[in-house]
């Protein structure tokens, strides 16, 4: 279905983003893992395939979900307290087509990694 000019409904967009939440007005580390916390607590409910990591939370699905999700995070981490939130965003888009997952990514390096965070 054409919207616009250049703009197209599809069924088929792959979307994949990275999304670093950055409370500037935290007071402390504990105050910015809270607020990135209530960010990830929210991703964790939606209905797409996410992985988080240590700078940032990878969020898998189509375009659009992952469009909202971008913008309900800044607004989670302000109800979460924070009045000046930083997000940095990468995104990864198909028109056409299937991305490379994270678990094709760096699936095969987590048995190998040699941060060992659970001991």
Known sequence: ????????ERSSMECSVAI???PM?????EEVCRVVDAVIDYIATCNVSWFVGPFETVVEG???????????SQHI????GSNHVMC????????EGKL???????GKYLERNTLNINE
Do not use: N
């Open 1 to 8: 279905m054409r919207l616009g000019p250049f703009l197209f």
């Open 20 to 22: 670093q939440i950055l």
């Open 25 to 29: 007005d935290a007071k402390d580390d």
């Open 62 to 72: 189509d375009f659009d979900t992952c469009m909202d999700i971008i913008k309900q």
């Open 77 to 80: 981490a302000h109800r979460a």
């Open 88 to 95: 940095y965003v990468k995104i990864d888009w198909k028109y």
């Open 100 to 106: 490379l997952s994270t678990e094709q990514k760096v």
